[in-house]
Each structure stands twice: as C-alpha cells, then as structure tokens.
C-alpha cells in the first residue's frame, strides 16, 4: 500500500495522543494481561523531545493518521515525557545506537506496512546522521514485527513494578 508522511509538530499532538490511546486500547489486551494493559501507560506515551528534534513521523491513509513513530539520537530507551530514567543527553553515532521509538498504529491498519514504514524511515534517517546500529524497547505487540525486520533480542528489560505487575520490554538492536 502507499501512504504519505511527514514530520510531526507540536501541533499535531492532540492527534498523536489520540492515536498512541486507541492502539494501545486496541492492540494491547491481544497480548497483556488488563493489568499489564494498565500499567502500560507508564512506559509508553509521548516523548515531545522527538517532536522539538524533527525525528518523529506521521503515516496518512489519505488524510487519516494511521501510524506515528521515529527514531531519536538521545539515549532514552522509550518511554514518554513522564517515565522515570530519562536520558537526554546525545549519543555518539559512532560507538552508540541510535533509538527506534514511540511506534504506534491504529488498529485498523495493522499489518499493512505501516510498522515496517515507520521503521525504514527512522533507520534511514538515523543511518543518514552516520549511526551504524538502532536499538528500541520492544513490547508484546511489536515483538514479531522487529525480528521480522532484522531486529535481534539484547536482553530483557522487564521489571515487576511496586503492585509485582511486570510489562515486558525488550531491548532489540539491528546493524544498519
């Protein structure tokens, strides 16, 4: 399928908040517990950082937001503005990876390339600024589509938050 992109704004995040909200709400009780879906939006959410750097990318069906996500040269893992164990700070392209981050589609456009779109432009973009490898925190419902997309698993990230509920992350990195 061909869809058209561009790079989000500020102005676009009412949009992207309501897109992060209805995939989550769709796509995650097929692979979490209610209470892992719950705890979800601790980890998961809207990093503006990517918005202010020009790293983070709408996909339109026409003139629908179908898909959201990008890639970061900061060394924050995932995660939105309000999760814990942030990092801002720049990486080095030439010894760090860069970071796949805050890919969502909505449910109604799964498995029609959206995910592989946002990952190619987030890849190139990053190869362009002369990193060599990306990495991104993978949750259940992106797990078969980064392996699919040459994506190996580093470790597991996953921890059991204060109530023992745990949502599994896992850190996954590819060459470029």
């Given at each position: ?10 102005d676009?995040?009412?949009a ?16 979490l ?17 990517l918005l202010?750097?020009?790293?983070y ?7 629908t937001?179908?898909g959201?996500g990008g890639?970061?040269r ?12 942030r990092d801002e700070?720049?990486a080095d392209?030439k010894?760090e990876?860069?970071?796949?981050r805050?890919m969502y589609?909505?449910p109604?456009h799964v ?15 990053a190869?362009?600024?002369?990193f060599?490898s990306?990495?991104l ?14 994506y190996?698993?580093?470790e597991d990230l996953?921890?059991p938050?204060?109530?023992g ?12």
């Open positions: 399928m061909s869809f058209s992109h561009r790079i989000a704004s500020r676009d995040i009412p992207i908040e309501t897109l992060m909200a209805t995939s989550m709400a769709g796509l995650l009780p097929d692979v517990t209610p209470e892992q879906v719950a705890k979800s939006n601790a980890s998961m959410g809207l990093d503006t950082g202010d750097d020009g790293t990318f709408l996909i339109f069906d026409g003139e937001l179908i959201c890639w970061s900061r060394r924050t893992l995932f995660g939105g503005n309000h999760t814990k164990g700070s720049l392209p010894s990876p860069a970071k796949i805050a589609t909505h109604d498995r029609r390339g959206v995910g592989k779109l946002l990952l190619d432009l987030g890849e190139e973009a190869r362009a600024e002369g060599q990306v990495e925190g993978a949750t259940a419902s992106g797990l078969l589509l980064y392996e699919k997309c040459g190996v698993v580093i996953s921890e938050d204060e109530d509920v745990i949502v599994p992350i896992i850190l996954m990195r590819k060459s470029l």
